[in-house]
């Protein structure tokens, strides 16, 4: 489909209240711009200035934060583009998941996480052509800054291609390809530095590799479909591909091309694709990057390099970005949206019944401060869900506080769950600590040199279930009173 035929088949759609259907990044941008939450921004630097306006409309948008084109970026050629912020809106959100697109908050969470519960993965399907063999850069040509790539935040240690990106290995002995969004700096034309945390399965698959003593295969997809993305930040299950998560997701397989050095999978609709290898012994120095924690936490450290044998990139190709920092950010509502419904399912999975509502607060980056909603049924109830919350795969890595809430509070409104906390909670007797869980050098609280492992304070803020009954009434009108007193007094009201 042409963007125009595209445009056109979406407001026939949402016209017809369905959502509309895309197959690639372009026509999903088409979509976009009709529901009026693209904006395209000509003649930008990629030193500093893309991520500060990424950074920016975060922090300042009225409403839902758009998407940004970035076209004509100062010293490259009309065409060759980047996009930031391309899940921030509950909207762009629902387009990607198949989801009718007027939910919001709690709403699109719960709906998501009704769809994981039927969810089933899709095997990816190998095609031989797609546009994304448009240009074969090998040899002489590899030029990983061909590409308007950021300098993102002031203090980082170099331009990142790998933000918004797909990070694609495979098990060495189990078989299974993997993807995550994993950092990647540019070290020079035709090598870059990858960061991938411990636990991660990226870093589990590298590790196979090296401790055999042979270089770990790579590909890094670096613009694609933004329900990618959403797979690839977020924790799904170990032994599950993401490609076929994604494609059931969509309902379809995803199609991808093999590469030509590595054989790995890559998406067939993608923009950018980098193929190579990592050696055990060959490292680099990577980062300082201002991180999600809103901290430049994980500083520099040696990191293995990624020699670069092959680039793949449509014409006019769009460079998918991410800017860390400081919440919100350009993606923290994706994280917390996404994270919300991953660790809703997998604390039901984990046997926890009643669960009400789940909020990765953004200003935890969706990790460090996140709130479970409850109907309490049995004794131990409250303590079985928090704990669970914080140890499921989507909850554990790098988690601080988790707080669990009774189902009269809203999780998604911190006034309610600030309120139930300094009301219900008695510090003694409702915050358990555990030690030694799953952090990583991100994280702004553990001296360097001491990283790894953090502690976390899990905090019930229901009403002690033995007292439930007998717990001081809410001092708050019954809604009868309420609506009757409103009616008579609507004007001094509304104002
Ligand atoms: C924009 C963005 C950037 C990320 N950068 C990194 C990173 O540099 N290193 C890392 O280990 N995880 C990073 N993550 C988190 C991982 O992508 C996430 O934990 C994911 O579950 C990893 O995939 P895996 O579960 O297959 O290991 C990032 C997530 C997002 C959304
Ligand atoms: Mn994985």
């Not at 089933?120 to 797609?130: A, D, E, L, S, W």
């Not at 170099?158 to 290995?169: M, Q």
């Not at 009269?408 to 358990?432: G, H, K, M, Q, Y």
Request: with cysteine; glycine share 10%.
């Amino acid at each position: 489909m042409t963007a125009l035929e595209a445009r056109k088949f979406a407001e026939e759609e949402i016209k017809a209240g369905r959502t509309p259907s895309y197959t690639d990044l372009r026509e999903w941008l088409a979509i976009v711009e009709s529901l009026g939450e693209l904006k395209k921004v000509d003649g930008v630097d990629w030193n500093l200035e893309m991520g500060t306006l990424a950074e920016l409309l975060a922090h300042e948008s009225k409403g839902s934060v758009p998407a940004v084109l970035f076209d004509n970026v100062k010293g490259y050629p009309k065409g060759y583009r980047t996009l930031f912020a391309q899940n921030a809106s509950f909207k762009r959100m629902a387009l990607n998941l198949g989801l009718p697109l007027d939910l919001n908050g709690l709403e699109l969470v719960k709906a998501f996480r009704k769809k994981l519960a039927e969810h089933k993965p899709i095997p990816h399907k190998v095609v031989k052509k797609g546009p994304i063999l448009e240009n074969v850069l090998k040899g002489g040509d590899i030029d990983l800054l061909k590409f308007p790539v950021p300098f993102m935040h002031e203090l980082d240690g170099g331009r990142f291609i790998g933000t918004a990106c797909l990070v694609i290995t495979r098990d060495p002995d189990e078989g299974w390809v993997n993807f995550g969004a994993y950092r990647g700096m540019v070290h020079d034309k035709g090598s870059m530095g990858l960061y991938i945390s411990p636990g991660k399965h990226g870093s589990i698959q590298r590790r196979k590799w090296f401790e055999k003593g042979k270089p770990c295969p790579v590909i890094i997809c670096v613009g694609q479909d933004p329900v990618l993305f959403m797979a690839s930040g977020n924790e799904i299950d170990y032994g599950v591909s993401e490609f076929d998560y994604a494609g059931g997701l969509k309902g379809a397989p995803i199609e991808v091309c093999e590469g030509e050095v590595t054989g790995l999978p890559f998406p067939a609709h993608a923009e950018i694709v980098i193929e190579g290898f990592m050696k055990p012994d060959d490292v680099k120095t990577e980062g300082p990057f201002g991180e999600w924690t809103g901290y430049y936490a994980s500083s520099s450290r040696p990191e293995p390099v990624l020699r670069v044998e092959r680039i793949y990139h449509r014409n006019e190709p769009i460079l998918c970005c991410a800017r860390p920092g400081r919440p919100p950010s350009d993606y923290s509502i994706a994280k917390c949206m996404v994270k919300s419904a991953l660790i809703w399912e997998q604390v039901e999975k984990a046997g926890v019944p009643d669960v009400k509502g789940v909020w990765c607060h953004e200003a935890g980056g969706g990790r460090l401060l996140n709130i479970i909603s409850i109907k309490q049924r049995y004794p131990g109830h409250a303590r079985q869900a928090m704990l669970a919350a914080s140890q499921v795969h989507a909850g554990a890595y790098l988690g601080r506080y988790v707080i669990v809430v009774d189902d009269d509070i809203d999780p998604t409104n911190t006034f309610d769950v600030l309120w139930a906390l300094s009301t219900r909670s008695d510090p003694v007797e409702s915050i358990e600590i555990l030690r030694r869980c799953w952090s990583g050098p991100l994280d702004p609280r553990i001296q360097p040199g001491k990283k790894g492992f953090n502690s976390r304070a899990v905090i019930d803020a229901c009403r002690p279930f033995e007292w439930m009954k007998d717990f001081p009434p809410v001092a708050e009108s019954t809604p009868e009173l309420k609506e009757k007193v409103r009616a008579k007094w609507k004007k001094l009201i509304e104002g």
